[in-house]
């Protein structure tokens, strides 16, 4: 798979996700892919001081864009 596909992919796990963060007053955007293997995000509006922000980075983030990308190993959070 190559970057572009790789980052295509991670949008599309990013664009499923999004709804759910929409409805809790948050939202979620694509800072950089590096190595092809680590995404960092930036968590904003309301997921920004919530305090499961790192659980829902983890469980529904992370695991959303491995489905997409598995060779995807990290997703973090930068602010």
Avoid at 14 to 42: H, M, T
Wanted: proline share 3%; glycine share 8%.
């Amino acid at each position: 798979m190559t970057s572009e596909e790789i980052k295509t992919n991670v949008e599309k796990a990013l664009d499923e996700i999004r709804p759910f963060l929409q409805n809790d007053g948050g939202d979620i955007s694509l800072v950089a892919i590096e190595d092809d293997k680590f995404v960092k995000v930036r968590l904003e509006g309301t997921c920004v001081g919530c305090g499961v922000n790192q659980m829902t980075l983890k469980n529904g983030v992370e695991m959303t864009i491995k489905k997409y990308a598995p060779q995807i190993e990290q997703v973090e959070n930068v602010k």
